[in-house]
């Protein structure tokens, strides 16, 4: 059964047309992290929460917003798409036992920008 | 900041070969170690998790390491099959926060 769920998988949008990734979670994890991944390259942590504690990355634009309503949900809001937005976008939650513990990850939501 | 290598970044072997990737860290302070596997258009799924008191791990045909020493870790394959094709990562993260940082894999092609 997928612990960690994504949708949609593959999500096509127009350039500057606000768009929401969204992720929910069976693990009951209290922590819970956006990732970006372009082509060959390694994830790129965008934010996590710690319960609801946003914590976001320096480097993070400020195109990319993120909301947990609740444990189980969290969204990744793009404001205003850009082409260099296109990526695979990675949700992935822990449990906080003192320190990091296995990070499980969902199977991605692929966006275009068109 | 941590950075994390991945050596090398492609390897194609016949099937029935034994596999070697290898990852370093920059900071060698991490607390936990994790591999994992990709498939093309797809997420991450969890292959191994060395925790801070275990120098390795293992699962069926899949052995990791880790020399926190030298900040490197390493994934053994053994007899590898067509169904191992896939892009292997490794993460790490510090005890003191929940980030992982990782590498931009190892893309394994395993010949029939």
């Known amino acids: 059964d997928a612990m960690v769920i994504q949708n949609p998988r593959y999500q096509v949008t127009q350039f500057g047309k606000p768009v929401t990734l969204s992720c929910s979670q069976t693990?009951?994890?209290?922590?819970m992290y956006w990732y970006q991944q372009k082509s060959s390259q390694a994830p790129k942590l965008l934010f996590h929460y710690y319960d609801k504690d946003f914590n976001n990355e320096a480097d993070t634009p400020d195109n990319f917003q993120s909301r947990r309503p609740n444990t189980s949900f969290c969204f990744l809001d793009i404001r205003s798409p850009g082409l260099g937005d296109a990526a695979m976008y990675l949700c992935a939650t822990s449990v906080r036992t003192g320190a990091h513990t296995e990070a499980f990850f969902g199977q991605g939501t692929r966006l275009t920008v068109v | 900041k941590q950075e994390v290598t991945q050596i090398p970044a492609a390897l194609s072997v016949p099937e029935g070969e034994n596999l070697v990737l290898n990852c370093s860290f920059t900071d060698s302070a991490i607390y936990n170690l994790q591999w994992f596997r990709q498939d093309p258009g797809k997420g991450l799924t969890s292959l191994l998790l060395?925790?801070?008191?275990?120098r390795e791990q293992t699962s069926g045909r899949l052995n990791a390491s880790l020399d926190k020493s030298s900040g490197r870790s390493t994934l053994y394959i053994a007899a590898s099959q067509p169904g191992d094709s896939a892009t292997y990562l490794c993460?790490?993260?510090?005890?003191?926060?929940?980030?992982?940082?990782f590498g931009a894999g190892t893309t394994v092609t395993v010949r029939a």
């Open positions: 060395i925790q801070s008191s275990q």
């Open positions: 993460a790490g993260g510090p005890s003191n926060d929940y980030k992982l940082s």
């Open positions: 693990l009951n994890h209290n922590v």
